[in-house]
């Protein structure tokens, strides 16, 4: 019996795999002959992999034809279609290289809007020519490494050049679905939650440069003046927000302050007895509206805050911390947006204590022992609720110590800022029930998602492009990125190809192996 032209194909291609594999074979047996070292070995073995990746994907893609379905057919919405003349080509960028598919489209005639593409939609491809398989690695190398460096990266590995354009590009595309995904987010189980709920938001500056500037060749140093910096436009203050859930944990004043005052060596250690937070999830927006404001961050970041403290503290039982700086913006927002939640406003321990040791300086010299006991005095009154104990204090000192103009001035600022807040250092009271009064997870939110990846030497980001990033690096930085990926396939096949779903197993299956 006569063999058909695919079945002779099918053949070929069989036969050319195994005689890949045979030609390693013998490849190992000749290594060992000749002494070849592991390394050299090891190098030559992953080559030889990889091209028979690409000749068995090869083989795939013709056993999967051109998707041919006929003359006419009827689409969905119940229009005919029928099939254009002409193959229309396609690249597909896979981690093993580049392939040109050739398929049959339909739709009402040539120029026109293709209807429906079949191979497409059985193979689920991405829009792009780009594999999910591949944006999955660049963008998880991405959310950590300049978008160069993985291009050498990858290139190194796979010997895949990308431009740098398309992997931003990728980045923005994939950034598409983190709200949708956040939305998606299971509530935790209630019986594995604390009893305490801690909100958190603080702002973090992000170098910028103007859409279609090219990036600088130079860094000055982005932190050296951060005012200046936002007031000229090239830098603009993203939003991080976290939330989670904790114990409680009881503490005297005098044992925070000892916490606070220890040597350098163990001043970061905490004791074992500290509950973790649970189940602690952060988000990062940097958009601007027309008039250049933050309000569109401020929807994101604190919508979400509110939606998460309503799925997780549904019937209202837990107390709800929010634990931030001075921003009167901050508070305001807590307010605006959680209106039915009975916050329980906490100024950031921290930063009272950085206006203590500024108020220290006015009066003695840096480092000196007179400005460290003066700080701890100070420090120890505000942890027992003394507010306005310090206040007094500090103003009586200012007068009789004849502190000059400006020291009064930069006195009387300390001053305000106590008197603003005093409301907020109930201290005593926070041990005595157990909540945080330092905001350390999101200060290190801000230095984890932010600092350590949008601050590098001669970093400018265009504001669509930081958005992005800072959408995925959250993501990444969770744990999630797994869970992402796979959402975001499901939801891209379902909007490209309506009535297929993603192949989730198989997708697992692929990243496992």
Request: net charge neutral; with cysteine.
């Amino acid at each position: 019996m006569t063999k058909s032209k695919n079945e002779q194909i099918d053949e070929n291609n069989r036969m050319e795999l195994l005689n890949k594999a045979r030609e390693m074979f013998t490849y190992i047996e000749e290594a060992h002959k000749s002494g070849l070292a592991a390394h050299e070995v090891e190098e030559t073995l992953f080559r030889k992999i990889i091209e028979m990746g690409r000749r068995a994907m090869e083989m795939f893609f013709l056993l999967c034809g051109n998707g041919d379905e006929g003359e006419e057919i009827t689409l969905a919405d119940g229009r005919p279609v029928r099939r254009l003349n002409e193959l229309h080509k396609r690249e597909y960028l896979s981690v093993f290289g580049l392939y040109e598919l050739f398929r049959v489209v339909y739709g009402s005639r040539e120029g026109q809007k293709i209807e429906h593409v079949p191979l497409d939609a059985q193979l689920q491809l991405p829009e792009s020519k780009f594999s999910y398989l591949l944006q999955d690695w660049d963008q998880s190398l991405i959310v950590e490494t300049p978008y160069a460096k993985v291009n050498e990266t990858i290139a190194k590995i796979l010997g895949i050049r990308q431009s740098v354009n398309s992997l931003e590009r990728a980045n923005r595309k994939m950034s598409a679905a983190v709200s949708a995904f956040w939305s998606s987010q299971s509530i935790p189980p209630a019986e594995e939650e604390g009893t305490l709920m801690v909100c958190s938001a603080d702002g973090k500056g992000v170098p910028l440069r103007r859409q279609g500037e090219a990036p600088a060749k130079k860094d000055s140093n982005p932190l050296s003046a951060p005012k200046k910096e936002e007031k000229s436009g090239q830098k603009k203050v993203s939003l991080v927000g976290a939330v989670y859930t904790v114990d409680p944990y009881k503490r005297t004043p005098e044992a925070v302050l000892q916490a606070l005052f220890r040597d350098s060596q163990h001043a970061f250690e905490a004791p074992h007895s500290r509950p973790e937070p649970r189940f602690k999830r952060v988000r990062a927006s940097l958009l601007r509206d027309a008039m250049d404001t933050s309000k569109p961050s401020y929807d994101e970041i604190f919508d979400w805050l509110a939606q998460e403290v309503a799925n997780r503290n549904p019937e209202g039982c837990k107390p709800v911390t929010f634990i931030m700086d001075g921003q009167e913006s901050l508070w305001n927002a807590a307010q605006t947006y959680l209106p039915d939640v009975a916050i329980i406003e906490i100024l950031d321990l921290l930063h009272a204590c950085i206006y203590v040791w500024n108020a220290a300086h006015l009066f003695f010299k840096k480092k000196s022992n007179a400005a460290s006991r003066f700080a701890k005095e100070n420090i120890l009154r505000i942890l027992r609720g003394e507010v306005d104990r310090v206040i007094r204090g500090l103003r009586w000192k200012g007068t009789h110590e004849k502190l000059s103009k400006k020291r009064l001035e930069e006195l009387e600022k300390i001053c305000g800022y106590f008197e603003n807040n005093r409301h907020r250092m109930a201290y005593n009271e926070y041990l005595e029930a157990g909540y945080p009064i330092a905001s350390g997870v999101i200060e290190g939110a801000c230095r984890h998602v932010v600092k350590d990846r949008m601050e590098r030497s001669g970093m400018r980001w265009i504001l669509d492009g930081a958005h992005a990033m800072l959408g995925l690096r959250c993501i990444y930085l969770s744990g999630s990125w797994d869970e992402f990926t796979r959402f975001r396939i499901k939801r891209e096949t379902e909007r490209l190809y309506p009535g297929h779903a993603a192949n989730d197993d198989a997708y697992e299956c692929l990243q496992v192996a």
